[in-house]
């Protein structure tokens, strides 16, 4: 079971947790643009990354705060936590994965 | 009687204790502090049980947790295990243990015959004759279910209750042997908050074992003592004993099994039996010591072959002479200190075969000191003897080994203490995905580097001499504290003591017998699955390569010891098949639990009524009282029907029904989700996340929103009124408030932040009564007095606040039944109190309560949905036939996948009523539809029924459906083929079946 | 108003008040309810002084800003839910909060919103307080993680709840449940407490 510190309330345990998948994927605003290729492929299409993910989650037995985990989902090592809304942190994926 | 094996002095057993014991029916006595297997070896009791497959007499090979032989089910009827090593069990007054695997007793077993049809046995053997033809499947398995299975399932419910819980620690120190309690003494020291779990009853590990060892100067034991004296006076310190550290998991997160009263004749009443430790440990040190490694030679099996360490820890720390007559075989120096041992308790060292072609060492030379016949550069060749060995054939090897010289001189023996080296117990390491390496000179595997925040430490780390051990077991401590913030201050040094190791040796890992590989005389590698060299060599012939292939396809390795014993012999003699080092060949995942854990731990506590909660609304008691049935929605209890004397269920839901539509019904829908919605922008936000337009709605009115994913799916439905400009209540379905809660706080807070909107669950603030019927208006008029209810003052789709039976409440005018209906808010405090006042008041008009079948009867006569009944997650509003409720002049959630070209297909299933042909058939929900019967066991499926009821109000049955193009087939027959071959007609029609024009709810 | 006696606990089908006695001996844990408690949760930016000094004003206090701590008011324990939500707790004889910190927060982004009816309070202390917590939740209750004055939301059990861990030497907690969990919570602390011996008081 994972351990993940909540920005807000600390270190918790994954069970308090609810995974939200990939970070970063903004909801597209002008949608009426969009083919039906490219709206599937905001709704539907994650990736799928063996290394360093940026993916969301919330805190949903706490806060109930979306943020944002930088995990290796190789080592399922968590490199970072932030905030929703801000840049990921410099990470050297090399080293770390 | 004092049992005949018994020393008369020494070992940690109490023999002013004594303890009697059944085995396979019989009674035996031991002492406290005898394990099931060194009293039944006092007894000179060593055929235990029957292999696997052959069914070949089996003894007691190792005195740990390693064992994959001495298989024992404990107990009796519904209080039983099976698979316990007897090895591990404490004897206790009364214990009444059995042999498994054997029919009709272990001394005689009728499927020894196995054994003679071995060669028709081959490794595979499940994959190769099961897989044709399949007709037989059935017939071989009623054969292998009799034959074959370890131990037998408890014959009732589980009497004991099973205890879990969480824990966190600094540092955890894994096993209490020299190296873990250095560990745990130099980490306690420090101040951190140290757990150290051993799987046995008293601390020591190897020590007990030994006679003579000394650290610090003293006897080891003495040192033992004072370290767990220590231990147990530090605050920060927890020692759990008899507690089994099974599994290591992501982010240094511990499984534990701890057996609180196993080993107590009196068990008491408020102790659970075993307790399941879920620990997040900060940082880990693994100090699990390592296991020996048996020698692979012809018919290696027999009982009375043991490990050389276990004949050590009978002798030394049970008190119990193995056998009279003994052979030690070994390949390395250090087991002949279990040949100076036996020598030293009265047991006649016959010889001590010796693999190697230079027998040296120290303790190889006490052992010549002492007189020891010593046969340097042979081998055990072969084995006698059935149900107890009693003859090994010993011969010199060639040069190479890999062959006898001769057919070598026979030796009698009642035991043969066998030692092939040690394998470090790298089990939980390697679980916690640290690397592995191989050391060539121990010839064993070792941890790598760890992958967690961990630290492997003495005989676990492959460092076999004392004195490594502690300064390993006193480092590892002393880092992990450090490590999590605690410096080391008031820590001595490491304790001392000589350093020794077991080499030299020589790795000969297939020892040569008298006949061939395979023909005649079998080299057990795992004893448990009965997996022998030539099984391994021809699952290589066959073609597999990959050791995880090999393992799945010979089992070697599997079963409840997962290869403790076998696993690096099986590397070994595939790396040689191959002609390969070691390390090429690499070893098989290492899994979870080291040791199996009873099931009982993993419920715990959260069985029968605790298994899951039972929510219950304010007004439960009053149901109860009732004799309402329940259904369970979600996790809550609710109301189904409240049957009368004398009434089924049909009866009884009619009877609410109609109540409903001719005079008053009351429900109890305090389960509905609420959210409070607060923010200057709460009505954008709305607008946003319903597919209609929320921005005009009017202070106290209410409106009716469907909410979608972002797949354009129905997700929730519901009324949300306006309470204030800034301030909106919504309802959710009783199942989804949780889910429709967070579906808002993601749009909120990852894709307009910029919006002021807090969001608040209030479900449970609220009471709510629901009072529908004709009556409502009248009833409701009798208890308030500063509400205005005249249909003018008070319309469809509005609230107002007042009191209610003299309490706070807030009133909605909306319907769910269709007919005129309040439901009724008041603090969840008084709502069994407003709940009685309507009942009191309500009965002059009959008020009946009603449950949720009547509910469903009533609002599918309206042709009203059901998230999660007429929606499965694949249905959009337009398949509904709810255009009317999607705008089309501004965004929502969900809005762009409703104009995808696949959201236009004519053959979208839409939902559509159904009447049968016969008005009293009423359809199955789930039943599928066809256009026609066709012949076969497959047809064309247009659809299901979604919802179906029988309709007092209509006086014939109703249905709803999802039909494939359903729209355009308003009035066509259709099919519903049942299980019984009937077949039910109906025809498509409108949803609606009741009041189409919506006079009555209005009214 | 309406007449009290007509309120129930959620709590009130176990019939506490008749296990209640008054000296909890050599019991383990101590278990109660403590019903009808006002709770009022407080939304708003812990960034805006304006939004910080009108809470205080009406609160007594300042709010905790820190996680996972609780602070104590005027009449009202203050529990740091997130980072910008707290509960202002006070027992049902006190004057209504609600109303007044609306009226001190007018015209800021704020939501201030009764919810202790939604709630009842199961406290549990005694020398074996923080064990039995530990069979249901997963947060560490050590002192020196979650010393006394420290509060937090999580899950015990199955249920959804809030931990205050109370001033004192020996282990007190409240914990919020919702009230159509509480049935279920009670005796599940009550079973996983039962190998330390249970008392009850009033």
Known sequence: ?97 | MPARFRLTEGGRIDRSNPISFTFNGKVYQGFEGDTLASALLANGVHLVGRSFKYHRPRGIMSAGAEEANALIQVGEGARTDPNLRATQIELVDGLTASSQNCWPSVEFDVSIVNNLASRLIPSGFYYKTFMWPASLWMTYEKVIRNAAGLGKAPEGPDPDSYDRTFAHCDVLVVGAGPTGLAAALSAGRSGARVILSEQEATLGGSLQSEPNLEIEGKPALEWVEAARAELEGLENVRLLTRTQTYGYFDHNFIGLMENLTDHLKEKPANLPRHRLWKLRAKQVVIATGSIERPLVFSDNDRPGIMLASACRTYLNRYGVKPGSKAVLFTNNDGAYAAALDMHKAGIHVAAIVDLRANSEGPLTEAARDAGLRILTDHAIIATAGDKRVKAVQVAPLSADGESARGGGEKIDCDLVAVSGGWNPTVHLHSQSRGKILFDDSHACFVPGDSAQASTVAGACNGSFGLGGCLSEGHDAGLAAAKAVGFDGKGSASAPSAEDRDFLPARWLWLVPGDKPLGHGGKHFVDVQNDVTAADLHLALREGYRSIEHVKRYTTTGMGTDQGKTSNVNAIAIVSQYFGCPIPDVGVTTFRPPYTPVTFGVFAGRDIGDLLDPARKTPMHALHEQAGAAFEDVGQWKRPWYFPHDGEDMHQAVNREVRACRDSVGVMDASTLGKIDIQGKDAAEFLNRIYTNAWLKLKISSCRYGLMLGENGMVMDDGVTSRLGENHFLMTTTSGNAAPVLAHLEEYLQTEWPELEVYLTSVTEQFATVSIAGPNARKLLAELTDDIDLSAEAFPFMTFRQGRVAGIPARVFRISFTGDLSYEINVPASYGAALWQAIMNTGEKYAITPYGTEAMHVLRAEKGFIIVGQDTDGSVTPIDLGMDWIVSKTKDFVGRRSLYRADMDKPDRKQLVGLLTDAPDTVLPEGAQLVEKIETGPTMAMLGHVTSSYHSPNCERSIAMALIKGGRARMGQKLYSPQADGKVITCSVSDVVFYDKEGERTRG | MVEAYLRQSPLSQLALPSRAVSEAGDAGVVMSERPFRRIVNLRGDPKSDAFLSAAKSTLGADLPLAPNSAAAGKDTSLLWLGPDEWWAISEDNTPPLADKLRDALSGQHTSVTDAGEGYTCIAVSGPKAIDTLAKGCTLDFHDSVFAPGSCAQSDMAKAAVVFHRLEGETPSFEIYVRSSFAEYLWRWIEDAAGEYGIAVTG
């Not at chain 1, 600390?10 to 597209?28: K, L, V």
């Not at chain 1, 989650?57 to 968590?78: E, L």
């Open chain 1, 1 to 97: 079971m994972l351990e993940i510190n909540c920005p807000y309330c600390g270190p918790r345990f994954e069970t308090e947790f609810s995974y939200g998948g990939e970070a970063h994927i903004e909801r597209p605003k002008d949608s009426e643009n969009l083919s039906d290729e490219e709206w599937g492929e905001y709704v539907f299409m994650n990736s799928n990354t063996k290394g360093v993910f940026l993916e969301r989650w919330v805190h949903t037995s706490g806060c109930r705060r979306w943020f944002n985990v930088a995990r290796d989902t190789v080592s399922y090592k968590i490199l970072a936590v932030y905030e929703t809304g801000t840049e990921p942190p410099e990470l050297d994926l090399r080293k770390d994965v």
